[in-house]
């Protein structure tokens, strides 16, 4: 089993829509998650970081977490065709920093 | 800051060459990371230092990989002999350290190995 998982995609969202990333994970202790955002040929950079359940926003960003059910998403308001980009669920498993990728979801936006 | 600063950006090499990798994280990070990026496998965390210290290199696939990290101001990963299957893009991070704190990555090595 995949430390961390994601729908690999495409997912495919009008201009103006909601886009939903969804993500889980398999260790029970891990304490922090971070949504980073790659465009294409390009290094991943942090877009959001949550550590507690129930939801987080930042602009047209939230991310939501769930212990749980081991689950985290991130939801796009009002999607714009530069958010065009794959997106990358990561995980401190490790308790040191160990930080673990998904493979990434790739979101179109389409004008 | 300049950020995290990696060298060459782009690799080709013949199978069984040695490769090495240069990264200079940004200053007062005292974590750096190893990562390599491919298609089938995503983002795989090969080695990380904490001050310095190689904390964890489970990732390390073979000991073909090595890792340094000298000083605070530069890190090597080195690869020999290389062989076709470690083409792959090769991503330098580094943070404060601190559990929340976010990665900044360098800008990555695109290796080919033919």
């Avoid at chain 2, 795989?44 to 090595?66: A, K, T, W």
């Avoid at chain 2, 062989?83 to 580094?94: G, I, K, L």
Wanted: with cysteine.
């Amino acid at each position: 089993q995949k430390e961390v998982e994601q729908n690999s995609g495409p997912l495919s969202v009008p201009e103006g829509a909601i886009a939903s990333l969804n993500c889980t994970y398999s260790d029970r202790g891990s304490q922090s998650f971070f949504w980073y955002r790659q465009y294409s040929g390009k290094s991943p950079e942090l877009i959001m970081f949550i550590y507690s359940n129930g939801d987080k926003e930042d602009g047209r960003f939230t991310a939501q977490l769930n212990k749980a059910s081991q689950y985290v998403s991130l939801l796009i308001r009002d999607s714009q065709p530069s958010d065009s980009a794959t997106y990358l669920c990561a995980v401190d498993s490790g308790g040191y920093q160990k930080v673990t990728f998904g493979t990434g979801t790739k979101l179109q936006v389409i004008p | 800051d300049a950020g995290v600063i990696q060298s060459p950006r782009h690799e080709v090499t013949e199978m069984g060459q040695e490769v090495t990798l240069r990264c200079k994280p940004i200053s007062g990070h005292n974590s750096l990371f190893w990562y390599r990026q491919t298609m089938m496998r995503g983002l795989e965390l090969l080695i990380y230092f904490n001050n310095n210290v190689p904390i964890d290199d489970s990732g390390m696939p073979e000991d073909r990989f090595s890792a340094k990290m000298p000083n605070a101001s530069f890190s090597t990963l080195k690869i020999q002999p290389s062989e076709p299957r470690d083409s792959a893009v090769y991503f330098c991070a580094s943070n404060e350290g601190r559990v929340e704190s976010p990665l900044h990555f360098g800008n990555g090595t695109r290796l080919t190995v033919t």
